[in-house]
């Protein structure tokens, strides 16, 4: 994995559909089908239900949209028959039945058709934008999700080998009991340690089931009694340095969750103008045909203009003007969201560096040192063994917290790389 580098929206879409595929073109048919690494995790997860499922709605309104037509205006078809009712003494001179037919075509003066096409439009590009929200938001799931789950697999590697070291205390405990060489309160806290790590191990169980859970949920696939597993190394980008990545955290305008709210903010006044067209004048132009009793047929042009109620008009722009005002309200609110989850991203990044960094150079060393002097004496006859097996699971126990240490570091940078490339223009290279 690289820095993100700048591109197109469509890029990305493009290579995520191409993970996508190849990533499921390699998985295998059998029961290693629940084995998945982080690269395939990220890939499906922006393929996922969520994702698709807001694809579908805007080809939906595509299609749809194409059909809005730029007449707004009523057309009108009046066929109206009669007879005339005349003397007796007239009957034979003339017909007693007459015809009108009228034909109008009302023309918005406000010009409507562009306004419910452009309202359309900026409608779209909400639900577009909406695909590049959902998408990142599932990446980020999935990427948590993996590293989540891969973290529990290596503590409960950890925690087998307390139990394991555990079985040998409460073994050797028995012996020295039953040689009359020990006591029982040996066997007592080896039994009670013992029971302790057996139902951490337990617990692991039910933690590694609910995280392959939720990693299946993201990547769109049903959970199973058989759970995922992690495949592969856990993921280590690369980022830019810390004063790069604070220049880039401050433009925010490029975040998916600023533009949904600024193009919701574009669609809200469009909408408003629509609104606002709807009850512009209407010019109704047309003509008229009128057939007499005597046989002799009139052709008449029909103009006129229909004038809406004011305070019709004003109901429903102040309710778009008001939508459109809210909008710019939540466009200012997404964008001091997105900077504090930037923030909070850096600071989690040096923080989890910090604590594994303190686990790694200071508190792991001197456990371990601890477990060599304890060994050392043990040989010499001057500590039991029962306290070098403690020093060893003080140790396993510190092992363990490396584990969620190092864990919780690989999602701080998963977590800043994948949100400075939404920054960046949406690309990310692996």
Request: net charge negative.
């Amino acid at each position: 994995m690289q820095e993100p580098t700048p591109n197109g929206i469509a890029c990305v879409r493009i290579l995520l559909l191409g993970c996508g595929a190849l990533c499921a073109s390699y998985l295998p048919a059998s029961a290693h089908a629940q084995d998945v690494s982080f690269d395939e995790a990220l890939a499906l997860g922006a393929l996922s239900p969520a994702v698709s499922g807001a694809q579908d709605v805007l080809r939906a309104r595509e299609a749809g949209d194409e059909r809005i037509g730029g007449t707004t205006g009523q057309t009108a078809l009046t066929f109206m028959p009669g007879g005339l009712v005349f003397p007796h003494d007239l009957a034979e001179e003339v017909s007693p039945w007459e015809m009108q037919v009228n034909v109008t075509q009302g023309w918005n003066l406000g010009n409507l058709g562009g306004a419910r096409r452009d309202a359309a439009k900026d409608e779209r590009g909400v639900l577009a934008a909406a695909i590049r929200v959902r998408a990142l938001r599932a990446r980020l799931d999935a990427a948590r999700y993996w590293i989540d789950l891969d973290t529990l697999a290596q503590i409960a590697r950890t925690v087998e080998q307390r139990v394991r070291g555990a079985e040998d205390l409460v073994t050797q405990a028995e012996r020295a009991l039953s040689s009359g060489e020990g006591t029982t309160q040996p066997l007592a806290e080896a039994r009670a340690m013992l029971a302790q790590l057996q139902q951490r191990r337990l617990d692991l169980e039910g933690e590694q089931f609910a995280a392959a859970a939720r990693l299946a949920v993201a990547m769109g696939r049903a959970p199973s009694s058989e759970p995922l597993r992690t495949r592969g190394d856990p993921p280590n980008p690369g980022l830019p340095d810390v004063t790069e990545m604070r220049a880039r955290i401050k433009e925010v305008d490029a975040a998916p969750d600023v533009v949904i709210e600024r193009l919701r903010e574009t669609a809200a006044k469009a909408r408003a103008v629509e609104a606002s067209a709807q009850y512009a004048p209407v010019l109704s132009l047309g003509g008229q045909a009128e057939r007499s009793a005597f046989g002799t047929w009139i052709v008449y042009g029909v103009s006129g203009v229909t004038f809406h109620g004011g305070g019709q008009a004003r109901r429903w722009t102040s309710i778009a003007e008001a939508e459109a005002a809210g909008a710019r309200a939540d466009t200012v609110s997404a964008k001091l969201r997105v900077r504090a989850e930037l923030e909070e991203a850096m600071h989690d990044l040096a923080h989890s560096a910090q604590v594994a960094k303190l686990l790694d150079e200071e508190t792991l060393p001197a456990l371990r040192s601890l477990v060599a002097s304890r060994e050392r004496a043990v040989a010499l006859g001057e500590e039991s063994r029962f306290a070098l097996i403690e020093a060893h699971d003080r140790e396993l126990a510190v092992i363990e917290a490396v584990h969620q240490a190092h864990g919780a570091n690989t999602w701080a940078k998963v977590r800043l790389w994948l949100l400075l490339a939404e920054l960046a223009g949406g690309q990310i290279q692996s």
